[in-house]
């Protein structure tokens, strides 16, 4: 059984940072393709970003590409590097896992985390 626990979140200023991270019980993280996804408040949860199994592969939704940036560490962990915050990146941002898929789909994914708040305030 996969557990993945996000932490990180908080209240912050329009264009300051934040980094999330996401700890990932796992025997073998480099099997798992990981991906952060957001939740706002009457929305559909949406994509942010991915990296692949070896980190060879990342990509963004557009709407954060050139102010966010997903890594992945040896520590089973993965990060959420969040610079030039802008209220509308307000939500709940979840940490997501699969040994199958790398990609911008909610449900290619089988595990979830329980995310954590993020609040940008203008």
């Known amino acids: 059984q996969v557990q993945l626990v996000e932490s990180g979140g908080g209240l912050v200023q329009a264009g300051g940072s934040l980094r999330l991270s996401c700890a990932a019980s796992?025997?073998?993280?480099?099997?798992?393709?990981m991906g952060w996804f957001r939740q706002a408040p009457g929305k559909e949860r949406e994509f942010v970003a991915v990296i692949a199994r070896t980190g060879g592969r990342i990509f963004y939704a557009d709407s954060v590409k050139g102010r966010f940036t997903i890594s992945r560490d040896n520590a089973k962990t993965v990060y959420l590097q969040m610079n030039n915050l802008k209220p509308e990146d307000t939500a709940i941002y979840y940490c997501a896992a699969s040994r199958d898929y790398s990609g911008a789909n909610r449900f290619g994914y089988e595990y979830w985390g329980q995310g954590t708040q993020v609040t940008v305030s203008s």
């Open positions: 796992v025997r073998t993280f480099s099997n798992y393709g």
